[in-house]
C-alpha cells in the first residue's frame, strides 16, 4: 500500500483548529437560540421595563381659612421658566449641549437680573437621571419679569413659561408665625420617592401650621407612566395617568378681625399677644412682632433675618418660654397662699415699701410703701412686700406644684411647633443648675415672679384663662376642623381639660374681684387698659432683666373679658417697656378697642 500523497494531507494541528472552530460555532448557535427563541419573550419584556418610567403627579396643596370662613393662606397662579433639555440638544460630544444651555441661562438672568441658579454640576445631573422631565431654572416671576420673559424665551428651542401655584397670603404679616413657611422639597414618604422614577420638588411646610399639618395639607400624589427611548426622552404615555388627590383645608380658631388688632398694635414693639377662648381653648390670636412678609421672602431674605439677634423676626415669641413674669405671677401666688390657709384674704399686711430677707431688702414698686392691704387691694395695687409674705408663708414645696398645674414648666400642647416648658421653681432646679440648696430668698424672688422662674406668653394666657373659667387648665388649639377638597369636615377640635387648679371657687372668685380692681380703680395698676367697648379684669407685670448696661425691663399685661362672665382671655408682653402699667396695659387697652369696637362684644353678645 502506497503512502498518502502529501499534497493532500491535512495537518493534524490545523484539523485541531478546525474542530474548536466547529465546536464554539455550535456552541453560540445554542446560546444564540437559547437567549432569542427560549428566553427571548422574557428579555423582551425586560427592556420594555428599563423603558418605563413613573411620574409624580403633584396634588395641590390645602388652603387655610379662619374661624368665619375667611381665607388666610389661598393658592394663586405662578408663573416659571422651564427648560426641556430635550429639545435643546446640541449635536456633538453631551458638553456641547451643556455649554449651549448654560449659555441661554445666563442670557435670561442677566435680563431677569437675578442670579443663574443653575450650576453646571446641577445641569449634568439633570441631563444624567431626569432628561425626561422639564428643569425649573427662574420661579415665581413677577409682572416685570414676565413681560422681560415673553420676549425673550420664544425664539429659545426647549424654554418656556409654565403656569403653576404658589401660595398667597391676602393679610401680609398679619399670620406669619402661625401659619409658617412652605418650601419646595421632595415628598417626605421615601416610599412616595420610590414609587416614581424621578423626584418631584413639592410645596412642604417648614415652619408654623404648613409643617404642623403638612401631611393633611400636602395631599396625595398620583401617577404617570411614560416610555422613554434610549436617551431617556419620553415618547409614549402608557395608560390612564393617576390623578392626585388634593390636600385637605385647614378651619382656624383665629378671627382674622382679631389678629388684625393683636398685629397692629404690636407692630412697634418687640413682643408677642394671645387671646383665648376661656370655655374651649380655641386661640383667636396670636401674634408675634416683629414679624416680615411671606409673600415676599427670598432665601437671601430668610438669611438676613436669621442673624439679626436684635430684633429675632423669625422667633415666635408667644411660644418662647424664655421670659420672667413679674407680676403677673402674683394671681397664682394669691391662690396658693389662699389654698394652704397660709393667709386671710380679709387680714391686712402693711406695705412699708420693701421687705427684708435677712440683709437683702427687696423694694416694692412703689417705695413709699401701700400702707395696709387685704388681698384683693394687694393684687389691684401689685404690692411686692404682700406677695412675698405670702409666698414665703407657703414656702416652696407648696407653691410649685400649683405652678405647675397652671401649665408653668410643661410644654403647651398646642398644634404648633416650637412651644417652649418655660422653667418652674423648685428645690430640684437649685441643686441641679445652681449646686445648691434652695433657700428663702429664692422663694421671695419667685413669689413677685423673679428669679428661678420662666414663662411663655401662651403659657400666661392658659393659666389666666384658667383663673377665668373656674380653674380648668385647657389645651390651646389653632386648628377648629380639617376639610377635604370635597367639603367634607374629618377632623373636629374639642375642648380638652389638661389639669384642674387646685383651688376653691371662693379663692378664684377673690382672685378675679383683685384683677377687675387693677383696671376699674382709680389707683389700679392695670387702669390704662380700661376700655368703653367691655368690661376687664386684668394685672399687669414689670420684670426686671439683664444687669449693668444691659439691665432692662419686660412688660406684662394679662386680663379677661366681660369681667362678669368671660369669654376670652388675653396675655401680653412687651419687651423693653417702662412698666406694665404705661407700657403693656395701654397697649392692650388699643387692642380691645381696636378689635371690639365695632363688635357684637361691645352689645353683650357672647364673644367667640
Same mark, same amino acid.
Given at each position: 500500500?502506497?503512502?498518502?500523497?502529501?499534497?493532500?494531507?491535512?495537518?493534524?494541528?490545523?484539523?485541531?483548529?478546525?474542530?474548536?472552530?466547529?465546536?464554539?460555532?455550535?456552541?453560540?448557535?445554542?446560546?444564540?437560540?437559547?437567549?432569542?427563541?427560549?428566553?427571548?419573550?422574557?428579555?423582551?419584556?425586560?427592556?420594555?421595563?428599563?423603558?418605563?418610567?413613573?411620574?409624580?403627579?403633584?396634588?395641590?396643596?390645602? %388652603?387655610?381659612?379662619?374661624?368665619?370662613?375667611?381665607? $388666610?393662606?389661598?393658592?394663586?397662579?405662578?408663573?416659571?421658566?422651564?427648560?426641556?433639555?430635550?429639545?435643546?440638544?446640541?449635536?456633538?460630544?453631551?458638553?456641547?449641549?451643556?455649554?449651549?444651555?448654560?449659555?441661554?441661562?445666563?442670557?435670561? @438672568?442677566?435680563?431677569?437680573?437675578?442670579?443663574?441658579?443653575?450650576?453646571?454640576?446641577?445641569?449634568?445631573?439633570?441631563?444624567?437621571?431626569?432628561?425626561? !422631565?422639564?428643569?425649573?431654572?427662574?420661579?415665581?416671576?413677577?409682572?416685570?419679569?414676565?413681560?422681560?420673559?415673553?420676549?425673550?424665551?420664544?425664539?429659545?428651542?426647549?424654554?418656556?413659561? $409654565?403656569?403653576?401655584?404658589?401660595?398667597?397670603?391676602?393679610?401680609?404679616?398679619?399670620?406669619?408665625?402661625?401659619?409658617?413657611?412652605?418650601?419646595?422639597?421632595?415628598?417626605?414618604?421615601?416610599?412616595?420617592?420610590?414609587?416614581?422614577?424621578?423626584?418631584?420638588?413639592?410645596?412642604?411646610?417648614?415652619?408654623?401650621?404648613?409643617?404642623?399639618?403638612?401631611?393633611?395639607?400636602? +395631599?396625595?400624589?398620583?401617577?404617570?407612566?411614560? %416610555?422613554?427611548?434610549?436617551?431617556?426622552?419620553?415618547?409614549?404615555?402608557?395608560?390612564?395617568?393617576?390623578?392626585?388627590?388634593?390636600?385637605?383645608?385647614?378651619?382656624?380658631?383665629?378671627?382674622?378681625?382679631?389678629?388684625?388688632?393683636?398685629?397692629?398694635?404690636?407692630?412697634?414693639?418687640?413682643?408677642?399677644?394671645?387671646?383665648?377662648?376661656?370655655?374651649?381653648?380655641?386661640?383667636?390670636?396670636?401674634?408675634?412682632?416683629?414679624?416680615?412678609?411671606?409673600?415676599?421672602?427670598?432665601?437671601?431674605?430668610?438669611?438676613?433675618?436669621?442673624?439679626?439677634?436684635?430684633?429675632?423676626?423669625?422667633?415666635?415669641?408667644?411660644?418662647?418660654?424664655?421670659?420672667?413674669?413679674?407680676?403677673?405671677?402674683?394671681?397664682?401666688?394669691?391662690?396658693?397662699?389662699?389654698?394652704?390657709?397660709?393667709?386671710?384674704?380679709?387680714?391686712?399686711?402693711?406695705?412699708?415699701?420693701?421687705?427684708?430677707?435677712?440683709?437683702?431688702?427687696?423694694?416694692?414698686?412703689?417705695?413709699?410703701?401701700?400702707?395696709?392691704?387685704?388681698?384683693?387691694?394687694?393684687?389691684?395695687?401689685?404690692?411686692?412686700?404682700?406677695?412675698?409674705?405670702?409666698?414665703?408663708?407657703?414656702?416652696?414645696?407648696?407653691?410649685?406644684?400649683?405652678?405647675?398645674?397652671? +401649665?408653668?414648666?410643661?410644654?403647651?400642647?398646642?398644634?404648633?411647633?416650637?412651644? +417652649?416648658?418655660?422653667?418652674?421653681?423648685?428645690?430640684?432646679?437649685?441643686?441641679?443648675?445652681?449646686?445648691?440648696?434652695?433657700?428663702?430668698?429664692?422663694?421671695?424672688?419667685?413669689?413677685?415672679?423673679?428669679?428661678?422662674?420662666?414663662?411663655?406668653?401662651?403659657?400666661?394666657?392658659?393659666?389666666?384663662?384658667?383663673?377665668?373659667?373656674?380653674?380648668?387648665?385647657?389645651?390651646?388649639? !389653632?386648628?377648629?376642623?380639617?376639610?377635604?377638597?370635597?367639603?367634607?369636615?374629618?377632623?373636629?377640635?374639642?375642648?380638652?381639660?389638661?389639669?384642674?387648679?387646685?383651688?376653691?371657687?371662693?379663692?378664684?372668685?377673690?382672685?378675679?374681684?383683685?384683677?377687675?380692681? @387693677?383696671?376699674?380703680?382709680?389707683?389700679?395698676?392695670?387702669?390704662?387698659?380700661?376700655?368703653?367697648?367691655?368690661?376687664?379684669?386684668?394685672?399687669?407685670?414689670?420684670?426686671? $432683666?439683664?444687669?449693668?448696661?444691659?439691665?432692662?425691663?419686660?412688660?406684662?399685661?394679662?386680663?379677661?373679658?366681660?369681667?362678669?362672665?368671660?369669654?376670652?382671655?388675653?396675655?401680653?408682653?412687651?419687651? %423693653?417697656?417702662?412698666?406694665? +402699667?404705661?407700657?403693656?396695659?395701654?397697649?392692650?387697652?388699643?387692642?380691645?378697642?381696636?378689635?371690639?369696637?365695632?363688635?357684637?362684644?361691645?352689645?353683650?353678645?357672647?364673644?367667640?
Amino acid at each position: 500500500m502506497s503512502d498518502p500523497d502529501p499534497k493532500h494531507s491535512i495537518n493534524p494541528r490545523l484539523q485541531l483548529v478546525g474542530l474548536a472552530f466547529v465546536a464554539a460555532l455550535s456552541l453560540l448557535i445554542a446560546l444564540l437560540w437559547r437567549v432569542q427563541v427560549r428566553h427571548g419573550a422574557d428579555h423582551i419584556q425586560t427592556i420594555k421595563r428599563q423603558s418605563i418610567r413613573r411620574i409624580r403627579l403633584s396634588p395641590v396643596r390645602g %388652603r387655610i381659612f379662619d374661624r368665619n370662613g375667611v381665607v $388666610v393662606v389661598d393658592n394663586a397662579p405662578a408663573y416659571d421658566v422651564v427648560l426641556h433639555v430635550s429639545e435643546m440638544r446640541r449635536p456633538g460630544h453631551r458638553s456641547h449641549t451643556e455649554n449651549y444651555i448654560l449659555e441661554r441661562i445666563e442670557t435670561l @438672568a442677566s435680563v431677569l437680573q437675578r442670579p443663574s441658579p443653575v450650576t453646571p454640576r446641577k445641569l449634568a445631573i439633570h441631563l444624567t437621571h431626569r432628561p425626561a !422631565l422639564p428643569l425649573p431654572i427662574f420661579t415665581r416671576l413677577t409682572p416685570a419679569e414676565l413681560a422681560k420673559a415673553s420676549e425673550l424665551i420664544p425664539p429659545v428651542p426647549g424654554m418656556e413659561i $409654565v403656569p403653576g401655584i404658589c401660595r398667597h397670603y391676602p393679610f401680609p404679616g398679619v399670620c406669619t408665625h402661625v401659619l409658617g413657611l412652605t418650601g419646595r422639597t421632595k415628598p417626605p414618604d421615601r416610599l412616595e420617592q420610590t414609587r416614581s422614577s424621578f423626584p418631584v420638588l413639592e410645596l412642604r411646610g417648614r415652619t408654623g401650621l404648613e409643617r404642623q399639618y403638612d401631611t393633611e395639607l400636602s +395631599g396625595n400624589g398620583g401617577m404617570k407612566i411614560v %416610555r422613554v427611548n434610549m436617551l431617556g426622552f419620553a415618547h409614549e404615555v402608557l395608560g390612564r395617568p393617576l390623578p392626585p388627590q388634593d390636600g385637605k383645608d385647614l378651619i382656624l380658631s383665629l378671627d382674622i378681625t382679631c389678629q388684625q388688632a393683636a398685629a397692629q398694635v404690636m407692630h412697634a414693639h418687640r413682643g408677642a399677644l394671645v387671646a383665648m377662648n376661656v370655655h374651649t381653648g380655641a386661640i383667636l390670636a396670636l401674634a408675634s412682632s416683629p414679624t416680615y412678609d411671606l409673600a415676599t421672602l427670598s432665601a437671601a431674605r430668610y438669611a438676613k433675618l436669621g442673624v439679626d439677634n436684635v430684633n429675632r423676626p423669625l422667633m415666635n415669641r408667644a411660644l418662647s418660654a424664655g421670659y420672667t413674669p413679674g407680676s403677673v405671677i402674683k394671681p397664682l401666688i394669691a391662690l396658693a397662699a389662699l389654698q394652704t390657709d397660709a393667709i386671710n384674704p380679709r387680714e391686712l399686711i402693711t406695705c412699708n415699701g420693701a421687705y427684708l430677707i435677712g440683709k437683702k431688702k427687696i423694694h416694692c414698686w412703689h417705695r413709699a410703701g401701700h400702707g395696709p392691704l387685704d388681698l384683693v387691694h394687694a393684687i389691684a395695687f401689685s404690692c411686692n412686700p404682700y406677695f412675698i409674705h405670702a409666698g414665703m408663708e407657703v414656702g416652696i414645696d407648696s407653691l410649685s406644684p400649683l405652678l405647675k398645674a397652671a +401649665g408653668i414648666g410643661n410644654s403647651p400642647d398646642i398644634d404648633l411647633p416650637g412651644a +417652649g416648658a418655660g422653667l418652674l421653681p423648685s428645690r430640684g432646679f437649685a441643686v441641679e443648675k445652681w449646686r445648691r440648696n434652695w433657700i428663702a430668698i429664692d422663694t421671695a424672688y419667685a413669689s413677685i415672679g423673679q428669679g428661678a422662674i420662666a414663662v411663655s406668653p401662651l403659657q400666661v394666657a392658659i393659666y389666666t384663662a384658667a383663673i377665668a373659667n373656674g380653674g380648668n387648665v385647657l389645651r390651646p388649639y !389653632l386648628v377648629q376642623s380639617v376639610r377635604t377638597s370635597e367639603g367634607a369636615i374629618c377632623k373636629n377640635a374639642a375642648p380638652v381639660v389638661q389639669h384642674r387648679l387646685p383651688v376653691d371657687q371662693e379663692h378664684l372668685r377673690l382672685v378675679r374681684e383683685g384683677m377687675y380692681q @387693677a383696671v376699674n380703680a382709680a389707683n389700679g395698676t392695670a387702669k390704662a387698659a380700661r376700655t368703653r367697648v367691655i368690661s376687664l379684669a386684668g394685672k399687669t407685670g414689670t420684670a426686671e $432683666v439683664g444687669s449693668g448696661a444691659n439691665r432692662h425691663k419686660h412688660t406684662w399685661f394679662i386680663g379677661f373679658a366681660p369681667a362678669e362672665k368671660p369669654e376670652f382671655a388675653v396675655a401680653l408682653l412687651i419687651e %423693653r417697656g417702662a412698666s406694665g +402699667g404705661r407700657t403693656a396695659a395701654p397697649v392692650a387697652g388699643r387692642f380691645l378697642t381696636e378689635w371690639l369696637g365695632n363688635d357684637s362684644l361691645a352689645t353683650g353678645v357672647t364673644a367667640p
